[in-house]
């Protein structure tokens, strides 16, 4: 009996330490999602407490305003956008964020070519 709870109990470490190395690999966020055609978003890390969504759009593309059940950090990793909260326009650049508040609409107009990130 204990050998099996042993074994459970490694067997659970080990799955731990996994998980916890995926999440701290190194990551150039930037290089992991690519502009197309149309507006680019992928899920980069889904922790169950926690997804962390890329965003890539050219200049021509927009995200139209629209409303979220939560707040949401936003990131710019790339390029310019303004990001309309409620009435209120931010116009944001490489390295500075936001948090769009929940349950109020906002939207997103690439300025330039941008790459973002949504942590909710």
């Not at 080990?14 to 502009?35: F, H």
């Not at 890390?45 to 409303?67: C, E, V």
């Not at 997103?108 to 973002?116: N, Q």
């Amino acid at each position: 009996m204990k050998k099996v709870l042993y074994i459970l109990c490694f067997g659970v470490f080990i799955g731990s330490a996994q998980e916890i190395k995926k999440t701290t690999e190194i990551a150039n966020l930037v290089s992991e999602i690519s502009y197309q055609d149309k507006m680019n978003n992928k899920v980069f890390l889904d922790s169950g407490n926690y997804k962390m969504i890329l965003f890539a759009m050219r200049k021509d593309q927009i995200l139209k305003p629209h409303s979220a059940p939560m707040s949401t950090p936003l990131l710019i990793l790339e390029g310019k956008a303004k990001v309309t909260i409620g009435a209120q326009a931010y116009f944001l650049e490489k390295g500075e964020m936001i948090t769009l508040p929940k349950d109020i609409d906002h939207g997103v107009y690439p300025i330039s070519d941008v790459k973002f990130l949504l942590i909710k």
